[in-house]
Nanobody
């Protein structure tokens, strides 16, 4: 299993970013996918989840209405569209899944929101 995140960067408050997660090594459409984030000196936080078929999603209260998770099963890719970014969204964002009882994480992508 291989997971690779991309799309992070430095933006100003109110701007948008779209994170991508490319996955391989498993039957992608059969597994739910997660985005987590971890800010400095804080615990890792679940940001969003999407089911294998994409029919079910959940978002943390802190990002609800601003972030949207989606997936493209034809391309084995998950996206996190982040709008109206705030300084408190600054963190390393990780894509992850659980396949046959084992958790797989990407290396993370840094998102920094600052004026």
């Amino acid at each position: 299993v291989r997971i690779v995140e991309s799309g992070g960067g430095l933006v100003q408050p109110g701007e948008s970013l779209r994170l991508s997660c490319a996955a391989s090594g498993f039957t992608f459409s059969s597994y739910g996918m997660y985005w987590y984030r971890q800010a400095p000196e804080k615990e890792r936080e679940l940001v969003a989840y999407i089911s294998g078929a994409g029919a079910s999603t959940t978002h943390a209260d802190s990002v609800k209405g601003r972030f949207t998770i989606s997936r493209d099963n034809a391309k084995n890719t998950v996206h996190l569209q982040m709008n109206s970014l705030k300084p408190e969204d600054t963190a390393v964002y990780y894509c992850t899944t659980r396949v046959r009882g084992a958790d797989y994480w990407g290396q993370g992508t840094q998102v920094t929101v600052s004026s």
